[in-house]
């Protein structure tokens, strides 16, 4: 069976001025000199709906007034319509601010309709925008269920009592006849659809009959999806300039919710995002600070780019405010199946780890967090190195670069930053305790081109039965010194 959600938008003039998470302020908005929209604000100031502008200025001096934009309209529409992308691919906008959701297919994915309405309203309001939601099983049913915020009718039985008390004026096609049905007593789309269908259709025309038709499921309804771009770039203009980076986590997740719809849309996944800062304009205008995170595996959720961006952001110091921003996924990989494993991973998945290892180098640093990077290198010091886990390394290439006799021989548990000089006792090193050779020499001549080593390394034994990696420099020449001894690593 298909089942429709409709988001209806009523505050959408309003909203795309000072959305629902920016601070409260007396805003009003006007279309030809009329009040079509106001903040609480300026509600409880007096002001109110179809007001002229001179009354709204003697009753709310200190408002700001806006003209509408439906473009800005529009693009706000598309935000939200691109947000909502993770939950359906087919996805239509319908007239007044409304977006239809075909979600039939999407209920056992996301825990059933009540579970999937919440997690549509929460990315609404995350959006910034307050929405009126509503499922019916036909589209039409929704619409206008969510335009009059009568519920939700999940069979068609109980989408047919709720519309019978709807009143007439919800549908466009019977505005303009509305003194005339009040006049015969059609106060009701139930009264309405009690009426002659002839005689109706030639008072009033064929739409407000297929109308009628579309809501009940009388007729097929046909509906124009909306269409992923084939590159993903968000932007929004903040509504005031930003001096603290910790404020701009309110529109940088509205940015995230996009781009996770769009993945999701695309079935893709992202390595790299890039968070643009944009400061002022004109003369003194520079260059945008621009946040880069990379990700050791791809995502397409936004909870995790998330909890990154807010690590980022509370340690980046603004050179100047900001008034804009842009995020950009430059770099993309077909989204990966889900694990098949019955069982979950021990201590979490790959990806879990990955996700806290990410987390920790936002929060410290991507230099202070390190990974081991074991290099083609006899030489103990170059063949323990240490790198940001922001960088990659191939397992295979690395097999592939180290000599074949490696993994043969013994290496220690633990090496010391720097080798410790040995005291020499009874012509033997002493470490707390006399050290006893417990294997041959390992000769290591390497590193002409930049740090020459010349040693002779062996595994010792103390009196604790503790075993350490030494090794003795071997001099160049024919008089060649007393033996120097040094400890440079533990065996576990």
């Not at 915020?149 to 989408?159: D, F, H, I, K, P």
């Not at 002022?280 to 909890?307: C, F, K, N, S």
Request: with cysteine; hydrophobic share 45%; aromatic share 8%.
């Amino acid at each position: 069976m298909r089942l429709w959600i409709a988001l209806h938008l009523p505050r959408l003039p309003l909203e795309v001025f000072c959305p629902r998470w920016s601070a409260d302020s007396c805003t009003v908005v006007l279309e030809q000199e009329r009040v079509i929209a106001l903040s609480d604000v300026a509600y409880a100031a007096g002001v109110r709906g179809g007001l002229r502008r001179g009354g709204a200025i003697l009753l709310a001096p200190q408002s700001q007034f806006q003209q509408r934009s439906p473009p800005l309209e529009a693009e706000a529409l598309q935000a939200v319509a691109m947000a909502l992308l993770r939950f359906t691919p087919q996805l239509a906008e319908a007239e007044e601010a409304t977006l239809l959701l075909d979600v039939g297919a999407s209920l056992r994915l996301f825990g059933g309709i009540r579970a999937l309405c919440r997690k549509v309203a929460d990315s609404v309001r995350a959006l910034g925008f307050t929405g009126t939601l509503s499922c019916a099983p036909t589209a039409r049913g929704a619409w206008l269920l969510a335009r009059c915020g009568a519920g939700r009718a999940l069979t068609m039985a109980s989408l047919t009592r709720r519309l019978e008390l709807l009143p007439v004026g919800v549908l466009p096609p019977a505005r303009a006849y509305l003194d005339w049905m009040e006049g015969i007593g059609c106060m009701t789309l139930g009264q309405l659809r009690r009426l002659p269908r002839a005689g109706l259709q030639r008072r009033c025309g064929r739409a407000l009959l297929d109308m009628l038709d579309d809501a009940h499921g009388a007729r097929p309804e046909m509906h124009a999806w909306l269409a992923a771009p084939a590159s993903f770039r968000a932007r929004m203009e903040l509504f005031d300039r930003v001096d603290n980076a910790a404020a701009l986590l309110f529109g940088a997740h509205r940015l995230l919710l996009q781009l996770t719809g769009w993945l999701s849309a695309r079935q893709l996944a992202v390595e790299r995002i890039a968070l643009s800062l944009e400061h002022e304009r004109g003369r003194t205008a520079g260059p945008p600070t621009v946040i880069d995170i990379v990700l050791a595996e791809p995502t397409w959720q936004d909870g995790h780019l998330l909890r990154l961006l807010k690590e980022r952001l509370a340690k980046q110091v603004l050179d100047a405010p900001v008034i804009g921003l842009s995020l950009e996924a430059p770099r993309l990989q077909p989204m990966a199946p889900p694990s098949a494993s019955l069982f979950p991973e021990p201590g979490g998945s790959k990806e879990d780890w990955q996700r806290l290892l990410e987390l920790l180098a936002a929060r410290l640093g991507a230099d202070n967090v390190l990974q081991a990077a074991p290099s083609a290198d006899y030489r103990p010091e170059q063949a323990n190195l240490w790198r940001s886990v922001q960088q990659k390394i191939r397992p295979a290439d690395l097999r592939a670069q180290l000599p074949p006799d490696v993994s043969s021989l013994p290496r220690p548990t633990w090496l010391l930053p720097q080798p410790i000089p040995l005291l020499i006792r009874d012509h033997r090193p002493y470490y707390g305790s006399p050290l006893r050779i417990r294997s041959g020499g390992e000769r290591i001549e390497a590193g002409w081109w930049d740090t020459a080593q010349t040693r002779d390394y062996f595994m010792a034994e103390g009196e604790d039965h503790a075993h350490y990696w030494l090794f003795k420099e071997r001099g160049g020449g024919a008089a060649e010194p007393e033996t120097r001894w040094y400890l440079h690593g533990f065996f576990g």
